[in-house]
């Protein structure tokens, strides 16, 4: 029994001499991770941007679980748009529309590829925290909050839709900064700031948008799928 004791008290010594060791960086990564690897969590996300911007999103609500589905309502003005994601499969129901699959959205063109594109390229937090701690150049804690630069990378990829295809967007003077929040060793909020000028079609466009993502009821959140959206999934 001593013995034993022993043995835990070591390891429970171990472990705290690990995590002091640890850089702000490190330690995000691995509360990321660990979010991660939750059975479940939900979130929301706000986003702010100068007045008089022409794309002005509202908040956006998800759920979801470990190799399971995902479930996201994001809100634009007075309109409502619904996600499910499972794997590389997805579905969306547009405002006052019925669910529809990616490939229909695609073949619709306009709005409906946009969304389309949306769905394909979209990442939960864990996953979107973990890309974000990859482009800082460092984190120095302070406070309780990590925070740090991103590389003129890791900002690009802040500011672009997805992974840049063909004529995708030229986008210059990126730049950006990121805050993260740990509570028990596990993610709970994360903000970042960017800023950059996208050219689109010889289209300038100068963005500047902060971003935060409030993370909660990790391994409490039940995710409930309607059956119209399982059927649309592809």
Known sequence: MKRNLLISAMALLAGSV????????????AAAKQLAQ????????????PEGSRFRPGP???KT????FTVVTMSFGDNTTEMVLKGDKGTVKPADEDWQSLS???????RDRFLAMMARNFKTPAAQ????VSGAKDLKEADGVC???LTEAGAKSMLRFGPRRGNGPEISNAKGSVKFWVK?????????RVRGTVNFNDNERDIDRTTTVEIKDVGQTKVNVPDAAKQKLS
């Open 65 to 68: 679980e470990k190799d399971g």
């Open 147 to 149: 925070s740090g630069d």
């Open 60 to 62: 956006t609500d998800g």
């Open 129 to 132: 925290a973990q890309e974000l």
């Open 184 to 192: 028990d060793g596990t993610l709970s909020k994360y903000e970042f």
């Open 38 to 49: 939750a059975a479940n969590y939900s979130w929301k996300t706000t986003v702010v941007v």
């Open 18 to 29: 690990i995590a002091a060791d640890a850089s702000p960086k490190e330690a995000v990564s």
């Open 104 to 110: 229909d959205l695609e073949d619709a063109g306009g």
